[in-house]
């Protein structure tokens, strides 16, 4: 949206003597004036307004506003007779980069900061940036009169500066507000970027890193100001210094997100922390699943939310029709109403334009945003109150009320109609554009805000649903099936549930809903011991060698596909480890699949947790190039004896606090402290025999068990061994030959420990293979001769114990979990199908609806497909 100019404003400068607009060209870009502007429609605030209204503007500051002001005997008088002027807009989050600020991403910390490099809440905007004129008057051309400038690199990256987007020989004048709020943000990088030890590379591993700075943030301010609190004091440390404005509540601090689960991450984050004082970049996909997204904030805090809706696809230069994936076709339809669902769910936001190519069609995406359903009040309010709100600036800006500043727009027709063009910028009494600009204007005609055809024709009704509805009622009961209760031998009978729990195996009863089992076989949900479905963005946190900080809680995605797909392969309960990069990775969670649940939903919380120890290539990564060679260790027994090392300092990290000392805390070490305690369990990804007895050994030294070894693939050597230690085996059912490490590997492995007495159960480590474990589990009954019981003991009871939820899953036990699986035929064999999965007496999956489910989907993605051909359609006219 640009100035409008008129070649007859032009002419009446040079022509006209009496008319009050051209008297005086000199009064444009002049501040501390007496100006009075009339006849206006004027917009005082979003929903006040006053028609053929006056604006009394002296010393760039608002002295009245009403109709008939007569102002002072030396205001200058402007007709505005037929135009608005409302208050100028603000943007609070706008990238530093756009005014030539550098990232601010050291490889070493700032002199005298301290801690982590990528972390320097201590950066500061204002010390750093003088805004050139031309980089402020693309935004003033906009309608905005003031800008937060946000510092870029990092996690914790600086402080943000509010400037007025005026004219002035000081930029210091620019200022409004120095320090107006922190920024944090996850900046991964990636296993291309792995040099040595430069943790964090992970989304998972930033996450641990921020909340580890605000563990020290605690500790440094008790070590410096509490008498005792440690031995020594420690040095002064700038970043730690700055962010005390954070954790007391004197400055905002405001998150950066990239995605909806990023928006959810961080909100999570937040509240796990304990910070008074929070708002959000939001992500413009709010839309997928707003409960998760309003059940998870405060009344208290603030949003910024991008309009970087997307493009038509097919605008983009070789996309195929096969290529445009549901997912893709419905952020395209329902992004343009996520303002208007978030409104209605009561979240107050200001709206930015960061995240779009530039300022010029922000006002364009808000003329969407309101065609989609957001009133034009709140559109305004989100470009005036609310951002004035955010920054403490509402005694400023924001409004036209007497005593703010002068800074506003006077415009043709009302923002956000198909008509409208501004005409003038005001900021701080200043009028825009000047003499000179409007004598050299080559551009007078108006560039209004087109909304696409799609957007304006359709009825936004509510949010879509995502998820497939699960079915809940209040008890069911499958009547006359072969139940595979894993307590005994299977048995021809009935299955009651109630409220979630196995009321009863065997004896019939009444229910809400009967289900007919003749000729059907039930079991007990499929426990996968050993996945990384579902986790968003890198399975490791390669950056250094133990990590055990980490949580694969912190990345959970609970739009992967992948999960209904398991729930269709009768899978209900998976343990999510971290990869195996690690001497000592992150800690695992336990997850029930519950689609359409938050990543939080997702959590089966009765459960222990556990952490991923890796043996061999993996963690020593010697052979694995140059970028790999000098992080320790490079060798296997390298390998084991970090993991010794790691385990003595945590020992003694534990004694220092039962003795009453204050150690720096450490998430790293409480995870290992954990493990002392044995609360904690260790999954170790293994393969060869000399390894897996070298860390038995070890674990025995140092006062640990190691609960379960992850493929152990040379465990039938040393299956005693496992035994005696008390350790479990989660292994492959035939998988070797594909690394020099597991040649050895037997198919008869998990026939060979079950013998020996240790617990054995089948894997995935795999998406596809999570979808076929029951006939993994099956292969067994070939190789080495298992019984049925025993197979399928192996991803169910033998699964769920490793997880250390035996009592609670696993078998068809009154009192469990209702997690089963309803098969047609007998589960371990071949051609058998899963036709139900249920958890906790609801159902998740349905085979016989399933015909059903995807030709809705087709048809829905269809119906955009012709909504989008009819919008390139409307475009080409």
């Known amino acids: 949206m640009k100035f409008r100019r008129f070649w007859f404003v032009l002419i009446s400068f040079v022509c006209l003597s009496g008319a009050a607009l051209a008297q005086d060209p000199s009064s444009w870009g002049q501040a501390g004036e007496d100006f009075l502007l009339q006849g206006a429609t004027i917009v005082v605030s979003p929903g006040k307004t006053l028609k053929k209204a006056d604006l009394h503007v002296v010393k760039g500051r608002v002295a009245a506003v009403g109709s008939g002001l007569s102002g002072n005997p030396g205001s200058r008088k402007i007709d505005v007779s037929g135009l608005v002027i409302h208050p100028g807009f603000i943007d609070p989050y706008v990238l530093g980069s756009q005014f030539g600020l550098k990232k601010n991403d050291k490889a070493e910390p700032q002199p005298d900061s301290g801690g982590h490099p990528r972390v320097h ?124 404005a954070v954790v007391n509540g004197e400055r905002l601090l405001v998150g950066e997100s990239k995605d909806y689960l990023d928006v959810l991450r961080i909100l999570t984050m937040f509240r796990e922390i304990g910070l008074p004082r929070t708002a959000l970049v939001l992500s413009g996909e709010e839309w997928k699943e707003l409960s998760w997204f309003k059940n ?90 609310e951002p004035a709100r955010l920054l403490g600036l509402s005694d400023e800006l924001g409004t036209l009320e007497v005593g703010k500043s002068a800074s506003f727009v006077v415009r043709e027709g009302e923002p956000f109609g198909d008509s409208t063009a501004i005409r003038e910028v005001w900021v701080e009494g200043q009028r825009f554009p000047d003499y000179a600009a409007l004598a050299k204007s080559e551009n007078p005609e108006a560039e209004k805000p087109k909304v696409r055809d799609f957007i304006k024709k359709n009825n936004y009704g509510s949010p879509p649903t995502l998820f497939s509805q699960v079915h809940s009622p209040s008890s069911v009961l499958v009547k006359g099936a072969t139940l595979w209760s894993q307590e005994g031998n299977p048995t021809t009978g009935d299955l009651l549930v109630r409220g979630g729990k ?103 919380k009765s459960a222990p947790g556990g952490i991923k120890f890796a043996l061999g290539e993996n963690p020593k990564q010697s052979n694995w190039g140059d970028a790999h060679a000098t992080r320790y260790p490079q060798s296997r027994m390298g390998v084991v004896e970090l993991i010794r090392g790691s385990f003595i300092t945590a020992r003694n990290y534990l004694k220092l606090k039962e003795a009453g000392k204050h150690p720096r805390p450490d998430q790293s070490l409480d995870a290992l402290v954990d493990v002392l305690k044995g609360t904690r369990i260790v999954h170790c990804h293994s393969y060869r025999q000399d390894e897996i007895l070298a860390l038995i050994r070890v674990a025995e030294e140092v006062g640990i068990k190691i609960n379960v070894f992850q493929h152990v693939l040379e465990g039938y050597k040393i299956a005693d061994k496992l035994k005696e230690h008390g350790a479990a085996a989660s292994t492959f059912a035939d998988w070797w030959a594909y690394k020099v490490e597991v040649d050895d590997a037997i198919p008869y492995n998990a026939s060979l420990m079950t013998e020996v007495g240790v617990n054995v159960s089948i894997n995935s480590d795999s998406n596809d293979l999570a979808r076929r474990l029951n006939t993994e589990a099956s292969k067994s009954l070939r190789y080495g001769g298992m019984s049925e019981v025993q197979a399928l003991n192996m991803i169910t009871r033998n699964a769920a114990e490793q997880l250390g939820v035996g009592d ?64 390139d359609k409307e475009d080409d006219k």
């Open 121 to 244: 809440d201590d950066f500061r905007v204002v010390d750093t940036l003088s805004p050139k004129k031309k980089d402020l008057a693309k935004y003033r051309e906009e309608g905005f009169v003031a800008l937060a400038v946000v510092p870029e690199g990092g996690l914790l990256k600086g402080q943000a500066a509010v400037y007025s987007t005026g004219e002035s020989k000081s930029p210091a004048d620019l200022v409004l507000k120095p320090d107006a709020f922190s920024v944090v943000g996850f900046e991964t990088r990636g296993w291309s970027q792995l040099k040595g030890e430069n943790y964090p590379l992970s989304l998972m591993g930033c996450t641990a890193l921020i909340r580890q700075t605000f563990l020290d943030r605690d500790w440094y301010e008790k070590a410096r100001t509490v008498a005792g609190y440690v031995d020594k004091k420690p040095e002064y440390q700038a970043n730690l210094e700055s962010l005390k």
């Open 502 to 604: 196995i009321v009863s195996v065997g004896p019939s009863g009444s229910a809400a809903e009967v289900i007919d089992g003749t000729g059907l076989h039930v079991t007990p949900g499929i426990v996968d011991a050993h996945s990384h479905t579902a986790i968003d963005g890198m399975v490791n946190e390669p950056g250094a060698n133990v990590t055990a900080m980490v949580r694969m809680k912190d990345v959970l995605d609970p739009f992967d596909h992948n999960i209904y797909l398991q729930l269709a392969s009768g899978v209900t309960t998976v343990n999510i480890l971290h990869g195996s990069a690690n001497a000592i990775g992150g800690q695992s969670i336990t997850c029930k699949w519950r689609q359409g649940a938050s990543p939080e939903g997702l959590e089966m």
């Open 296 to 385: 998870g904030t405060s009344p208290s805090q603030s949003f910024i939310l991008p309009l970087n809706f997307p493009k038509d696809p097919k605008a983009e230069d070789g996309v195929a029709e096969e290529d445009l994936t549901l997912e893709l076709l419905r952020s395209w339809y329902f992004a343009p109403a996520n303002p208007r669902w978030l409104k209605e769910k009561g979240v107050r936001f200001s709206f930015t334009a960061f995240g779009q190519k530039g300022v010029d069609d922000l006002e364009g995406k808000v003329a969407e945003a309101v065609a989609a359903g957001l009133s034009k009040t709140d559109a305004l309010a989100a470009l005036t109150t």
């Open 808 to 871: 609670q899953i696993g078998t068809l036990k009154a009192g469990k979990d209702a997690d089963f699986v309803i098969w047609n035929d007998n589960p371990l064999k071949q051609n058998a199908v899963v036709l139900e999965t249920w958890i906790e007496g609801k159902r998740y999956f349905q085979r016989s609806q399933e015909a059903r489910r995807v030709k809705a989907l087709e048809a829905e993605r269809e119906s955009y497909l012709k909504l989008l051909e009819k919008d």
